[in-house]
Nanobody, 118 residues
Framework: QVQFVESGGGLVQPGGSLRLSCVASGRDISPYGMGWYRQAGGKQRELVAGITGGGIADYADSLLGRFAITRDNTKNEVYLRMNDLGPEDTATYYC????????????WGRGTQVTVSA
């Protein structure tokens, strides 16, 4: 049974940056597409960035190039670098299979909270 543990969130001022990390255990994630998702209060969870097993990344159009997803398959980890953060980025961030954007996934980790506020 795979488990994902997200970390790196926190309180940051507008314009600031954060780097989120996701450690996967219980399964080798290297062949699979992974994604970072976020859910703000009262809204549906959305995919913000995805990366294939080979490292090809794609992003939600709304991010305007501010985020960068990477992975280290030797460590079974996925990362999300977030720059120029704004209040609209305030949410709980989760990592999971990229396919969870297309079908319901039963398992989600606890996520990591990102709050952007002055």
């Amino acid at each position: 049974q795979v488990q994902f543990v997200e970390s790196g969130g926190g309180l940051v001022q507008p314009g600031g940056s954060l780097r989120l990390s996701c450690v996967a255990s219980g399964r080798d994630i290297s062949p699979y597409g992974m994604g970072w998702y976020r859910q703000a209060g009262g809204k549906q969870r959305e995919l913000v960035a995805g990366i294939t097993g080979g490292g090809i990344a794609d992003y939600a159009d709304s991010l305007l190039g501010r985020f960068a997803i990477t992975r280290d398959n030797t460590k079974n980890e996925v990362y999300l670098r977030m720059n120029d953060l704004g209040p609209e980025d305030t949410a709980t961030y989760y990592c999971n299979w990229k396919g969870c954007a297309s079908y319901d996934c039963d398992y989600w980790g606890r996520g990591t909270q990102v709050t952007v506020s002055a």
